[in-house]
């Protein structure tokens, strides 16, 4: 079973940028995609920013694009989730994700196919 620790979230206020880490356990860290999610009281939880297993390949929600970076370090066992420019919209509990699926090249958006980390709240002011 895979365990997923996010860390990094906070207040910021409109404009600021936050670098969310999140660091996996319990299997070979390398060998899955990873993702963020996120998540506002009433709303479903939504895709943000997805990479496949090598790293190559990296896959944003519209709203995101050009603003939030995805990374991975996978001697650290860790992804990262760099957000610039942060906005008042941005507010919501931020999940780390473990894709269920090896070798997966494209990350996935469906969140069926995601082991979870306990979320981390980013609150961004305007």
């Known amino acids: 079973q895979v365990q997923l620790v996010e860390s990094g979230g906070g207040l910021a206020q409109a404009g600021d940028s936050l670098r969310l880490s999140c660091v996996a356990s319990?299997?070979?860290?390398?060998?899955?995609?990873m993702g963020w999610f996120r998540q506002d009281p009433g709303k479903e939880r939504e895709f943000v920013a997805g990479?496949?297993?090598?790293?190559?390949?990296?896959y944003y929600a519209d709203s995101v694009k050009g603003r939030f970076t995805i990374s991975r370090d996978n001697a650290k066992n860790t992804v990262y989730l760099q957000m610039n420019s942060l906005k008042p919209e941005d507010t919501a509990v931020y999940y780390c994700?473990?894709?269920?699926?090896?070798?997966?090249?494209?990350?996935?958006?469906?969140?069926?196919?995601?082991?979870w980390g306990q979320g981390t709240q980013v609150t961004v002011s305007s």
């Open positions: 990479i496949g297993w090598r790293g190559t390949r990296t």
């Open positions: 994700a473990a894709d269920r699926t090896a070798y997966r090249v494209v990350p996935t958006i469906g969140r069926q196919e995601y082991y």
């Open positions: 319990g299997r070979t860290f390398s060998s899955y995609a």
